[in-house]
C-alpha cells in the first residue's frame, strides 16, 4: 500500500533511473561469468625499438602504436604496458636504457617529452617536455652518461647538439660541429660518435665533446648504406657497398676508442647484423643471418679473419616469415658465449619472435593483430555426418529408387558411425593437420573470425578462444583500402565457404583480389590489371552458390569476377545500380548497368551529385548492411495505429564537414538513394566537427560529433517513417513513386568521447537493437537504442507512455552496468564488429584496436536459452517421479475401489 | 506549317509552382540567384535536346522562374519510345552559380513513369548550408510503370513540372532549456503540494487504511462462524 502512494511522488528522473535498472540489467554480467564467453588479448603493436634489459629476463619495446612495454621473454607475454597519447603527442621517437634500470623514451610532435619508466614496473620515473623549438626531422637521438642528445643535422652544413641533463631536464650544453659531408639519411650514431659517410668515404665526430676533431677514413668501395653497431666494446657501423657486377659487399668497420686502432673486417658477402666481442681475448665476432629457403642461418664470423666459427653458428627452419627478420637485440645473459644467446627479432609481418641461437623458437607474437581493418564472422562448416545426411537430400534429380538407394547407404554410414562411438572406435579417417572441432554447433555460437591487418596478413581466428586457426601474408601489397566479400557461406552443400579480400598492389597500384576459404585460409591471389573504384557484391547467386563481384574500374569499365557469371549479372543488369565518390572533387556519381549486353557489362552515367569542396569536403558515406533484416515493419503507437517504417536498403548517409565564415565547422549529413541519386534529407549542424562515427540500419542514423560551441560530443538520431500508409509493402523501389518520408530528430548529450560505433546484429532481427559504443576511456557501451529514440517527448502525455517511450533527457546515462567489457579497458578501440549467432537473442561481438576482446550481448535477455543454472537431470528426475507415484497410486486406489466394492 | 505552329525558339511559360519545405530550414546570410539550363536525352546514345531554363531568383526564400519550350511531335515520339522500351530518361542540369561557376548535373528517371504521369514532374533542387546546389534530382510522382495507358497526344505537349527547391535543416541541439525548465516545474509544483498537504496521515491514506479495516473485521467477523463448523 504504501509504496505505490510513494510512486505517485516520485520524480520522473527516478522513473527513469528505475526503467534503465529494468532495460540495462541484462547487460551485466555476475563475477563468476567473467571468462566465460569472453576473451581479451593484449598486444603492443609493430616493434619500432627494443633492447633486452641488463637482467635478461625482460626486453623493452617501443611501438608503432605509441606503447611502451616490457615483455617477459621466458613466455613473451607483457609485463607491464604504458600507452602513450594518440599522434603526434605520443609518437615515440626514441627509446633507450639509461644508466639506471629505467628506459627512457622520447615522445611527441613539435613539443617532445622525454620520459622514463622504471624496467621493472612501468612506472613513471621522471617526465619533462624539451625546452626551446626543434625540427625532429633532423634530429638523431643519443644517451651517454645521464645525459641526452639531440643530435639535429643539417644537411650538408653542419649538426648542432643539444645536450640536456636526463634527471631535471634543463639544457647544459648547445654547440655545434662544422660537417660539410653530414646528411640525416647518411649518418647514424653509435655510442657517442656520429658517422656519416659519403662516397667511399666515413666520417666521424665525438658529439660529446665541444671541440671534437673530425676523423675521416677512406674505404674502398662506394657505400649505399649505414647502420650503427649497437653492441660490443666499441662504436662501430654496419657498411653495405655498391653492388660491383652481381656481387655486393659488406663491411664492419669498428672505430677506435681512446688510442685503439680502427679494425677494418674483412669483407662478407652478407650483411652483418651484430658484433660480439670478448673482453679478454680481444677478438671480435660478427653476427650475420641469412635466411635461405626457409632456413635461418646464424652465421658467426670472426672479424678479422673472415672465418666461420663453427660452434657459435647454426641453421635452423625459420617459418613465421617469407623475408629477413630483423635482429633487434641479442640478450646473452652473463656470459657472452653465442650459443647461449637469445635473438629477439622482428619481421616485416609485424611478429616479435624470440629465437634460441640453437634453433629453438622461443615464442612468437603476432602483433599485426593490433592493427586490424576489416572483420568478418563465418559459420563454421557442418561436421562430416551432417553433411552426408545433408547430400542425400541434396540431388532432387534422382529417382524414387535412386533415393532409397542413397538413404539406406546414408543409414548404414550413420549406424557404422554409432557403433564406432558406442564401442569407442576412433574415426580413423580424420584429415591430418586439420583441427576436428572446428564444425558448425546447434547454437551457431561457434565461428571462424577472419581479420586482415593493416600489414597485409590474414588470420583466422577461433571466436571461441582467440587462437590462431590460419594465417597468410600477403606479400606486396597496398593495404590501406581493403574491402572484404563474403562470396559463399558455409550453408552451401558441398562447395566450400570463399571469401575474398580486395586491396591494391604496392607497386603498380593496380587492384589485387585474394579469394580464399575462410576456413583454412587456402586461396589464390589475382592481379586484376586495373584499378577498382568500386566494388559490390551481386545480390543474385550463381548456380555454384556463389555471389560473384561487380567491379567499377576507373575507367568506367565493369567487370565481374568469376567472369563466367557475365550472363547472371546481365539477366538483372536492368535493375543494377552503382555509385562511386570522389573525396577530392566531392563528386558522386551513379551508374546503371541496364545497357550490357550479354557478352559485356556497360556503366551509363545515370546521376551526379556535387559537394563542392570549397565549401564542404566528404567525409564518410555509410550504407545499411545488404544481409540486414528488418522484422516489424512499423512502430505501434499509444492510439493503436502503425507508423511505417522508411526502409530504403538504397539509403546511404553521406557526411561532410563544410567550413563557413560564421560557425567555422558545419557538419552536413545527406541522407542519399544510391539508385536515383535523390536527397532524402539533409541536415546541418553548425558548430560541429570531426570525429564524427555513424550508424546506419533500418529506418534510423544515428551519428556522434563534438560540438564546437559546447565542447562536448553530441549524439544525433533520424528516424524515418513512411507515415500512417505503406506505400508499397511487397518491394521498395527507388524510381516509381518516391515517398517523401517523414522525418523524426532528436540530439543528446554523451559525457565521453567516442571512438568507434556499430548496432547489434541478431539473425531475424526481432531482437531490439543496442548500439554499442567504444569511448575513449577503454570501455565499450551497450546504449539500447531506446536511449537514443528521437521520439521521446519532454512532456509525456499518455499515449507516449502507452507507447512506451522514455520521457526527454538531455543528457544520455553511461550506467557501469552497460560497459560490456567491465574492467577490462581496452585502449585505442578502432572498430566493433558485431555479427549474428543461431540464437536470435545474441548478438557476437568483436571490439578491435590496439587489444581483441570478445564477447556476447544479448539485447533483449536471452529469451531463447535456458538458465545456466537450469539442472535437466532434476527435471527429470521430478518427472520420472510423478511419474512413478501417480502410476502406483492409480493402482492403490483402484485395489482400494475393489476392496471397498466386496464390502 | 508544323515548324510555324511550334517554333523551336518559342518558350513557353509554364509553370511556376516552387514549393519550399517548410520547417526549421537553414537560413543563409547571403542571398543569390542560380540560372539552371535544362537539357534532355531523347535516347540512351547521342546529344542532349534543350528543355527549358529555370531561374531560382532567391535561394532564400525559393522563389523560382521556369520556361521550358513546347515538346515537339517528334521528341514526342521518342519519349514514347524511350517509354515502351523501359529505358531511362536522363536529363542533363546545367547550373551557374553567382559566382559564375558552372556545375553540370545528371538526373533521371524511368521514361515510361513520366510518360505514364502525363509530364507531370517534379524537379528538386537541393541545396547545402552555403546555398549551393549540390543536386538536382527529377522523379515522376504518378507513374507506377505497369501498363497504365498513356494519356492522348494532345495532353503530352507541354511538362507540367513542379519545381521544389530544399534547403538543408537545422540539426537538432540537446534541448536543455526546456529540460531545466520542466524539472523546476515539477519542483515548483512538488513544493507547493507538499504545503498544502500537511495533512495527518490518516487525513493522506484514509482511502486505503478504510479499506483495510473493513477487510480486518470481515475477515475475524468470519472466524467464529468458520471454527465451530471446523469443529464439528
Known amino acids: ?903 | 506549317m508544323i515548324r510555324s505552329n511550334h517554333p523551336y525558339f518559342a518558350f513557353v511559360l509554364l509553370s511556376i509552382c516552387s514549393t519550399l519545405v517548410l520547417g526549421d530550414r537553414y537560413d543563409f546570410e547571403i542571398d543569390g540567384t542560380i540560372i539552371v539550363r535544362l537539357r534532355h536525352y531523347l535516347s540512351d546514345d547521342g546529344n542532349p535536346e534543350d528543355r527549358g531554363n529555370l531561374t531560382i531568383q532567391s535561394i532564400r526564400t525559393g522563389s523560382v522562374a521556369l520556361s521550358q519550350a513546347i515538346i515537339k511531335p517528334h521528341h514526342l515520339t521518342r519519349l514514347k519510345a524511350l517509354a515502351k522500351n523501359d529505358q531511362l530518361y536522363r536529363m542533363q542540369a546545367t547550373v551557374v552559380t553567382s559566382s559564375n561557376k558552372v556545375v553540370e548535373f545528371l538526373t533521371f528517371m524511368k521514361a515510361c513513369a513520366l510518360v505514364e504521369s502525363g509530364f507531370s514532374d517534379v524537379l528538386t533542387v537541393n541545396l547545402d548550408h552555403s546555398g549551393g546546389v549540390i543536386a538536382i534530382s527529377a522523379s515522376a510522382p504518378y507513374g507506377i510503370c505497369q501498363g497504365a495507358p498513356i494519356p492522348p497526344d494532345e495532353k503530352l505537349r507541354f511538362f507540367n513540372t513542379t519545381i521544389v527547391v530544399r534547403h538543408m535543416d537545422n540539426g537538432p541541439v540537446p534541448d536543455t532549456a526546456t529540460y531545466i525548465q520542466k524539472m523546476e516545474r515539477e519542483r515548483d509544483a512538488r513544493e507547493r503540494g507538499d504545503q498544502k498537504d500537511n495533512r495527518s496521515f490518516i487525513a493522506k491514506y484514509w482511502m486505503y487504511i478504510v479499506p483495510l479495516l473493513i477487510f480486518v473485521l470481515l475477515s475475524s467477523a468470519g472466524q467464529p462462524e468458520g471454527a465451530p463448523a471446523a469443529a464439528r
Open chain 1, 1 to 903: 500500500m504504501m509504496t505505490k502512494g510513494r510512486i505517485m511522488f516520485v520524480l520522473p528522473l527516478q522513473v527513469f533511473f528505475i526503467f534503465l535498472g529494468i532495460i540495462t540489467g541484462s547487460n551485466c554480467i555476475y563475477e563468476d561469468q567473467v571468462g566465460k564467453f569472453d576473451w581479451h588479448q593484449s598486444y603492443i603493436g609493430a616493434l619500432k625499438f627494443a633492447y633486452g634489459d641488463a637482467s635478461g629476463k625482460r626486453g623493452i619495446v617501443a611501438t608503432e602504436s605509441n606503447v611502451v612495454a616490457a615483455l617477459n621473454l621466458k613466455t613473451g607475454n607483457i609485463l607491464w604496458r604504458q600507452i602513450l597519447e594518440k599522434e603526434p603527442l605520443g609518437k615515440i621517437l626514441y627509446l633507450s636504457p639509461s644508466s639506471g634500470s629505467e628506459a627512457v623514451v622520447v615522445s611527441g610532435g613539435s613539443k617532445p617529452l622525454v620520459r622514463a619508466f622504471d624496467t621493472i614496473n612501468g612506472a613513471l620515473g621522471f617526465e619533462w617536455p624539451l625546452p626551446g623549438e626543434l625540427n625532429l626531422d633532423k634530429v638523431i637521438w643519443a644517451i651517454s652518461t645521464d645525459k641526452l642528445y639531440a643530435v639535429s643535422v643539417n644537411n650538408g652544413v653542419d649538426f648542432v647538439v643539444n645536450q640536456f641533463s636526463l634527471r631535471s631536464g634543463s639544457q647544459t650544453g648547445k654547440w655545434q660541429h662544422n660537417a660539410p659531408w653530414a646528411h640525416k639519411s647518411k649518418c647514424v650514431i653509435s655510442r657517442d660518435l656520429v658517422i656519416c659517410y659519403s662516397g667511399k668515404e666515413i666520417h666521424s665526430v665525438r658529439f660529446s665533446q665541444k671541440d671534437a676533431k673530425a676523423f675521416t677514413l677512406e674505404l674502398h668501395q662506394q657505400i649505399v648504406n649505414i647502420r650503427s653497431v649497437k653492441s660490443g666494446e666499441k662504436p662501430g657501423v654496419f657498411l653495405d657497398f655498391a653492388e660491383n657486377g652481381s656481387e655486393q659487399s659488406h663491411q664492419v668497420v669498428l672505430l677506435p676508442e681512446q688510442g685503439q686502432s680502427i679494425v677494418k673486417c674483412k669483407l662478407m658477402p652478407y650483411s652483418a647484423h651484430w658484433v660480439l666481442s670478448d673482453p679478454n681475448h680481444e677478438a671480435v665476432s660478427v653476427v650475420q643471418l641469412i635466411l635461405k629457403n626457409k632456413v635461418l642461418e646464424v652465421v658467426t664470423t670472426d672479424c678479422m679473419s673472415g672465418k666461420k666459427i663453427e660452434e657459435s653458428s647454426s641453421a635452423f627452419p625459420f617459418t613465421i616469415s617469407a623475408s629477413l627478420p630483423q635482429l633487434e637485440d641479442v640478450i646473452c645473459g652473463s656470459r657472452n658465449d653465442l650459443s647461449l644467446c637469445r635473438l629477439l627479432v622482428h619481421t616485416e609481418e609485424e611478429s616479435i619472435a624470440l629465437l634460441h641461437s640453437s634453433g629453438k623458437q622461443l615464442w612468437v607474437r603476432e602483433e599485426s593483430l593490433a592493427s586490424i581493418s576489416v572483420v568478418e564472422m563465418m559459420d563454421l562448416p557442418v561436421s562430416d555426418k551432417d553433411a552426408a545426411i545433408e547430400k542425400e537430400f541434396d540431388n532432387k534429380e534422382a529417382g524414387l529408387l535412386g533415393m532409397f538407394g542413397r538413404r539406406l547407404v546414408s543409414q548404414t554410414l550413420q549406424f557404422q558411425q554409432l557403433l564406432q562411438t558406442v564401442f569407442g572406435i576412433s574415426d580413423p579417417i580424420q584429415p591430418a593437420g586439420q583441427r576436428t572441432d572446428l564444425v558448425r554447433d546447434d547454437f551457431g555460437l561457434h565461428k571462424m573470425i577472419v581479420v586482415a591487418t593493416k600489414a597485409g596478413k590474414l588470420f583466422g581466428l577461433d571466436n571461441l578462444n582467440g587462437e590462431i586457426v590460419w594465417q597468410k601474408m600477403l606479400t606486396n601489397v597496398d593495404t590501406s583500402s581493403m574491402q572484404l566479400f563474403v562470396q559463399r557461406t558455409t550453408r552451401h552443400g558441398p562447395y566450400p565457404a570463399q571469401c575474398s579480400l580486395l586491396l591494391k598492389d604496392k607497386v603498380s597500384n593496380e587492384s589485387v583480389l585474394y579469394t580464399f576459404d575462410p576456413i583454412t585460409g587456402v586461396g589464390l591471389k589475382k592481379n586484376l590489371g586495373y584499378r577498382v573504384l568500386q566494388a559490390m557484391l551481386l545480390s543474385v547467386m550463381d548456380e555454384e552458390s556463389l555471389r560473384p563481384i561487380l567491379l567499377l574500374d576507373s575507367e568506367e569499365k565493369v567487370y565481374i569476377e568469376p567472369q563466367t557469371a557475365i550472363s547472371l549479372a546481365d539477366s538483372f543488369a536492368a535493375s543494377t545500380y552503382m555509385y562511386v565518390a570522389n573525396t577530392d572533387t566531392g563528386i558522386m556519381n551513379g551508374y546503371t548497368l541496364a545497357q550490357s549486353t550479354g557478352e559485356r557489362l556497360v556503366a551509363s552515367k545515370v546521376w551526379d551529385v556535387v559537394f563542392n569542396p570549397e565549401t564542404q569536403t566528404l567525409v564518410n558515406i555509410v550504407g545499411k548492411s545488404p544481409q540486414e533484416r528488418v522484422h516489424s515493419q512499423g512502430r505501434v503507437l499509444g492510439d493503436r495505429s502503425v507508423l511505417y517504417k522508411y526502409v530504403n536498403p538504397n539509403l546511404i548517409a553521406v557526411v561532410t564537414q563544410g567550413t563557413d565564415p560564421l560557425h567555422k565547422y558545419v557538419l552536413n549529413v545527406y541522407l542519399l538513394d544510391a539508385v536515383s541519386g535523390a536527397v532524402i534529407f539533409s541536415i546541418s549542424h553548425k558548430r560541429a566537427r570531426e570525429p564524427i562515427h555513424l550508424v546506419h540500419t533500418e529506418n534510423w542514423v544515428v551519428y556522434t560529433y563534438f560540438s564546437e560551441k559546447w565542447r562536448r560530443t553530441e549524439i544525433t538520431a533520424i528516424e524515418l517513417y513512411e507515415g500512417k500508409t505503406q506505400s508499397n509493402s511487397g518491394a521498395f523501389s527507388s524510381l516509381l513513386s518516391p515517398v517523401n518520408p517523414l522525418v523524426e530528430r532528436q540530439s543528446y548529450i554523451l559525457p565521453a568521447m567516442v571512438q568507434s560505433m556499430t548496432p547489434t546484429v541478431t539473425e531475424k532481427g526481432i531482437t531490439s537493437r543496442h548500439l554499442l559504443v567504444g569511448l575513449a576511456s577503454g570501455a565499450v557501451l551497450e546504449l539500447p537504442w531506446m536511449f537514443v529514440d528521437p521520439r521521446r517527448p519532454v512532456t509525456v502525455t499518455p499515449e507516449m507512455r502507452e507507447e512506451g517511450v522514455i520521457p526527454y533527457m538531455p543528457e544520455l546515462p553511461i550506467p557501469t552496468e552497460s560497459i560490456i567489457n567491465y574492467n577490462k579497458s581496452l585502449p585505442q578501440i578502432n572498430g566493433i564488429h558485431a555479427a549474428p549467432s543461431g540464437l536470435e537473442s545474441t548478438s557476437l561481438v568483436l571490439v578491435y584496436g590496439l587489444d581483441l576482446f570478445y564477447t556476447r550481448v544479448a539485447p533483449s535477455k536471452t529469451f531463447d536459452v535456458l538458465k545456466e543454472d537450469f539442472d535437466p537431470f532434476l527435471i527429470s528426475m521430478v518427472l520420472v517421479g510423478l511419474g512413478l507415484a501417480s502410476y502406483t497410486t492409480k493402482r492403490l486406489a483402484s485395489r482400494k475401489a475393489l476392496k471397498q466394492a466386496w464390502k
